[in-house]
């Protein structure tokens, strides 16, 4: 059986709680952000990518993540402001979690089904029903053909 998401609850960077079954019936794209990595710059590709395809039942997750490198050591404030300010971006935030390790958020060891994270930005496509359908490394851009095809069938389906 598929890894499924629906029964796990979250936090906005904000702090209001969510569960996933909130995203029901829709295509999510979740990603582990930080933002003092080389990838940092997906960020723009990032919000592109949620432009072309919120008006079509996508939604793209994103959680700041300090496993890697210490590369995101700031609070949710200074990452909302920086996601602000250098990419304008419009998509959902997310508390900071950790990806791996002992204490990995409950959402991370359900993606992951024990096969760690390897840095940030790595990207997890989830079913109109909240199952994992896709993982995409670090290096694969958010506007990458097979990413978008993927997105593309999934919200076909």
């Given at each position: 059986?598929?890894?499924?998401?629906?029964?796990?609850?979250?936090?906005?960077?904000?702090g209001d709680?969510?569960?996933?079954?909130?995203?029901?019936?829709?295509?999510?794209?979740?990603?582990?952000?930080?933002?003092?990595?080389?990838?940092?710059?997906?960020?723009?590709?990032?919000?592109?990518?949620?432009?072309?395809?919120?008006?079509?039942?996508?939604?793209?997750?994103?959680?700041?993540?300090?496993?890697?490198?210490?590369?995101?050591?700031?609070?949710?404030?200074?990452?909302?402001?920086?996601?602000?300010?250098?990419?304008?971006?419009?998509?959902?935030?997310?508390?900071?979690?950790?990806?791996?390790?002992?204490?990995?958020?409950?959402?991370?060891?359900?993606?992951?089904?024990?096969?760690d994270v390897?840095?940030?930005?790595?990207?997890?496509?989830?079913?109109?029903?909240?199952?994992?359908?896709?993982?995409?490394?670090?290096?694969?851009?958010?506007?990458?053909?097979?990413?978008?095809?993927?997105?593309?069938?999934?919200?076909?389906?």
């Amino acid at each position: 059986m598929a890894p499924n998401i629906s029964d796990i609850s979250v936090k906005t960077i904000t702090g209001d709680a969510k569960t996933f079954s909130e995203y029901s019936g829709k295509v999510l794209l979740i990603i582990n952000v930080a933002s003092y990595c080389g990838y940092t710059k997906q960020y723009a590709g990032m919000e592109e990518l949620y432009k072309k395809y919120q008006g079509q039942g996508f939604e793209l997750l994103a959680f700041p993540c300090n496993d890697y490198g210490a590369q995101e050591p700031d609070s949710n404030e200074k990452i909302a402001e920086f996601c602000d300010v250098n990419y304008s971006t419009s998509f959902q935030l997310f508390d900071k979690v950790h990806a791996k390790g002992g204490e990995q958020h409950p959402l991370y060891a359900e993606l992951t089904q024990g096969e760690d994270v390897a840095w940030n930005f790595e990207k997890f496509l989830i079913s109109k029903t909240g199952e994992v359908i896709g993982r995409y490394q670090s290096g694969v851009t958010p506007m990458d053909a097979s990413l978008a095809g993927d997105i593309e069938k999934a919200l076909a389906a």
